[in-house]
């Protein structure tokens, strides 16, 4: 711990830090100023010092407890300007719709409404941290996220107005700023704003805020001087911050009894505001947090530092403040520079509270001009991000839903344009999802079959009987529109291409459906309806437990025949077609493995000599023959039985891969490769198995090189027919 702090005080860190920690706090304390001045002016304005007081106090102990407690040294943080807008509508609605009550109750009301913004909004990141559910605020649609902050970006942008001529103006009244000459107050603040964000683009360096609010003070005393105007005259004219107290100290403090005086029905008819507060400023939270982390290239623990944002805000909360969270530029500021030590955030927390104390004096004489440009380049700089920015990168119709919600915000109210914007962009989803194709593939069995290997005429029938299957491979949510889709096409495939040959068997498999609303079962249900007046046996596969729960009044089991995945729905559908063929006199018999080799041997002598190299093994049902991950034992041949490979997945589960029958043989990867066994093999029923291990192929390689050659072709050309029908079936999923 003391080589960490020697290393900590040395002066290639120690300087960086003490630059950053004060410009960063000097910078903290100009805007929570001007968040005070325009949360508390106008009707308040009586109680600009304790506004002030408050609002410095939450930014003193959110600097302390996030530096302190933050999974990365040298976070700093500050009270944010989105909170501040959106506390700024909320208390002027409260005193709005107070309007018998005296001053002092309409204070007290608007503080009680900050503290419980604040502390709700500290008790959610506390939850949020211990239950790890950050990311489900990141779930908020794109178009919504841009059209609040391109809102805020409006709304800072007429605060900046308002600041600085001390008159309430929204996006609908702006006459008020062209009369009686309030244009003299407001004009060259937007200047000071235009000059800034010019500067900040072009520059591009930490001191260029800082050093401009200092030449426009210079700037703005010399013309005090050079026309003759005194200090008083001009704080009564509105160009200086009024309502200050006199003397040094700034501090002035809420009085607990005041608390008596507050209508708490004028604080919850503005929860909606509350609300949406707190859900945009978790939001910007974490998005601030994700962007710190990759600028600085740091692991940051989301939860670690929701949690101490959680307790930061509650403290802040309790003295009146408003929401704070770390700042982006400011702390990537200080990794750039190498001062990644907690002292940068105590530095901020000394600076504010050195203003707190012993700056009353000193801001009396800030100019509300520059406060109100300060506040206008924080929106110009909103509204140049999210309006021009993404012009080029948004789609036209999220750009015009988030020029929406922005226009909304400032001409409606807060809460409803949110909520427009919200349900537009549902709607907008719903459309565009409902474009997707919930059919991701359309087979049959000419090119797909299940992996059951079969004699040779047995697949050559079910490809050329292939249109009596209709599979179609569903995939996303399935709802009211997209199960609409499915059946359409199902009712014009039936109509139109097989009208003259309909098939018998119609699959349809779920294993890429997320999910499925109720009203899918009703088109279902009208699917098997159809599928039934037509003699033609319906077959699911894939049916998750939640979606055949959903269906089973609709789609009962004796109607549709439920299968657990696809490979299974195809060997039913491939067994019940060749029995129809049975049926009809067309009956045919497996051949055993040696009437297989006697077709691959050159003369039966070969066969035999193949025979006394292979050693006979019988096997019940559920035996395991070959276990995934042990060494080769060699080629297994079927003599009669059937035998299934079984691929385990890593959750345990076990996927088949193919189910062999007589005259199969397994096992040849490993006898070539000589590698572990990739797949289990399990017998299904008794089955008669020949063995040839490796040493017997050697053996047999030396003495019988011919008919080693032969067992080798049979091998290949096995494999051969097996990869082309894999090929086949590759070709028909990727069309």
Known sequence: MLANL???LQPQIIFPSLTVGVVTGIQNAILALAFAVMIFGGELNSFISIGISVLFAGCLLQSIVVALGSSLPGMMTITQDSPAVIMALVVSAIAAAMPGASPEAKFYTALAGIMITTLLSGAACLLLGKFRLGSLVSYLPYPVISGFLAGTGMLLVLGAFQVMTGRNVTLLTLAPLFQNGAWWLWLPGVVFAVVLFWLVIKVRHYLVLPGVLIVAMVIFYLILWGTGTSVAAASQTGWLVSGLPKGEALFRWWDPAGFALVEWNAILRQSGEILACIVISLLSLLLNITAIGLSTDQEIDLDVELTNNGWANLLSGATGSIIGYP????????????????????IVAAIIGLALFFGGSFLGYFPNLI??????????????????????????????????????????GFLEGVGVGLGLAIILFVIQYSRVP?????????????NVDRPRLHTQLLRRKGNWL???????????????KILEQIRHYLETEAAAHPPRYLLLDFRLVTGADSSAGFSFARLMRLTEARDIKLILTSVSAQIRKQFI?????????????????MEWCGNEMLSVFESVGMTIQSGSLFKELLKAMPTPADVEILRQCLRA????????????????????????????ILLECEDGSRLRLRTLGNGAFFGEIGLYTREPATAWAIADRRTSLYQLSTEDLDRLEETAPQVASALHRFVVTYMSERLAKMTNTVQALMH
């Open 470 to 484: 209709y599979i179609l491979e569903l995939q996303g949510f399935i709802f009211f529109g997209t199960a609409n």
């Open 553 to 569: 009044k609709q789609l009962p089991s004796k109607s549709v025949s439920y299968f657990s995945d696809l490979d299974h729905g």
């Open 617 to 644: 093994r019988e096997t019940q049902p559920g035996e395991c023959i070959i276990r995934q991950g042990q060494p080769p034992a060699g080629l297994y041949m079927i003599e009669s039985g059937q035998v299934s």
């Open 438 to 450: 919930s059919i991701r593939h359309v087979l049959s069995s000419i090119s797909y079959q299940s």
């Open 6 to 8: 020697r290393r900590s």
């Open 327 to 346: 700042l982006l530029g400011s702390t990537s500021l200080a990794y750039r520079l190498g001062a990644k030590i907690r002292l940068n955030g105590i």
């Open 371 to 412: 406060l109100g440009g300060l506040l206008f380049f924080i929106g110009l700089d909103f509204l140049y991000s999210w309006l021009y920015e993404t012009w080029a990168s948004m789609p036209r119709i999220d750009y015009a839903i988030m020029v929406t919600i922005a226009l909304l915000i400032n001409t409606i």
